[in-house]
């Protein structure tokens, strides 16, 4: 049996980083501008915790100011608000990024909310989610972005193509839809509802799956030669026994990756696919951000 090309999402999100750093290089030598992302992280989850030290990092070696404002989890809603409206204001700071989970006292949608649209790199502004669905100019959130950014690169030109997503989240699914009907894509939207789930995957040239279930999706769901994004990020126990019993984990994805390989014509890993994207994106939404706030046209 032949094997799926896998998409090396960490070779390309490097390539995309180095690009972002510089143009941002460019815009600080040439208009005085050092884009500014600030990353506001409640409470002590330790995954959490590490995405936050990874953006951090990434951000400063792009480049560009990264601030992380750590706080503890007796954080009531008005001081988080208090935070966010003195980041609206600070002309330093183009990207505000709000980790969630929050705690469950705080009204996440209101504190999202409370983020100006502008600086809103995650994309997850309702006035964001709008302007995505009616094709103006705006964030987008950054993991779709960086699974659209893959398909292009490994596809090209995407028009009418059958493009399936499992998963209709506000954060991926819905999102990820709306930029590949912006690409001329047949798009359907699947989820814990839908009939019929392998048949309808098997009709996909692009399959995405953003659904959170480990391996859900099985190699003879998908239509050979087909082009498989796989969002999810779930932790199993580890696949030696011995390990598992010392409580060890690994990552799997929403796809059965063994099977997959062998019927895909090209496929992502997990990890090392879209989950790299994520943070290149980011960084990418801070820079573009902070063209826009100076009316400077970002460079593609
Ligand atoms: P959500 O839990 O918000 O949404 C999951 C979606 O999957 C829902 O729409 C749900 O349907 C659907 N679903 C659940 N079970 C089934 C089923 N048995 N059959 C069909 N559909 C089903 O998850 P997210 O969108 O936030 O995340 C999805 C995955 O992507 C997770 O593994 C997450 O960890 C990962 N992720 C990875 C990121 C990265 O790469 N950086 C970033 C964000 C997420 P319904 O609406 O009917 O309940």
């Known amino acids: 049996?032949?094997?799926?090309?896998?998409?090396?999402?960490?070779?390309?999100?490097?390539?995309?980083?180095?690009?972002?750093?510089?143009?941002?290089?460019?815009?600080?030598?040439?208009?005085?501008?050092?884009?500014?992302?600030?990353?506001?992280?409640?409470?002590?989850?330790?995954?959490?915790?590490?995405?936050?030290?990874?953006?951090?990092?990434?951000?400063?070696?792009?480049?560009?100011?990264?601030?992380?404002?750590?706080?503890?989890?007796?954080?009531?809603?008005?001081?988080?608000?208090?935070l966010i409206a003195t980041l609206n204001a600070d002309d330093g700071i183009h990207g505000i990024l709000v980790q969630l989970p929050l705690p469950k006292a705080i009204d996440s949608a209101a504190v999202l909310d409370a983020i100006s649209p502008d600086k809103d790199v995650d994309g997850f502004h309702v006035v964001n989610a709008g302007r995505l669905a009616v094709g103006l100019p705006g964030m987008v959130p950054c993991t779709p972005l960086g699974s659209l950014m893959m398909l292009k690169d490994q596809l090209g030109d995407l028009t009418g193509l059958n493009a399936v997503i499992v998963g209709r989240s506000n954060i991926v699914g819905k999102p990820m839809a709306q930029l590949l009907l912006g690409e001329s894509c047949t798009v359907t939207v699947a989820h814990s509802k839908t009939r019929d789930l392998p048949g309808l995957c098997r009709t996909a040239d692009i399959l995405v799956a953003a659904v959170g279930r480990p391996e859900m999706i099985k190699g003879d769901w998908i239509k050979p030669g087909a082009t498989v994004i796989d969002v999810g990020i779930n932790r199993v126990p580890s696949a030696d026994p011995v390990k598992a019993a010392e409580g060890k984990t690994r990552v799997v994805g929403d796809v059965a990756f063994k099977e997959a390989v062998e019927v895909a014509g090209r496929i992502t890993p997990v990890p090392g696919g879209v989950g790299p994207m994520t943070i290149a994106c980011l960084l990418a939404n801070t820079y573009s951000a902070a063209c826009r706030a100076n009316n400077i046209q970002p460079e593609p």
């Open 1 to 82: 049996p032949t094997s799926a090309h896998l998409i090396d999402g960490k070779a390309f999100s490097a390539a995309l980083v180095d690009r972002v750093a510089a143009a941002a290089a460019r815009l600080e030598a040439e208009h005085g501008v050092k884009p500014g992302l600030a990353v506001v992280i409640v409470g002590e989850d330790p995954a959490s915790q590490l995405y936050v030290r990874n953006k951090g990092e990434t951000t400063v070696k792009a480049g560009m100011r990264s601030d992380t404002h750590r706080l503890p989890d007796t954080t009531t809603q008005d001081e988080l608000l208090a």
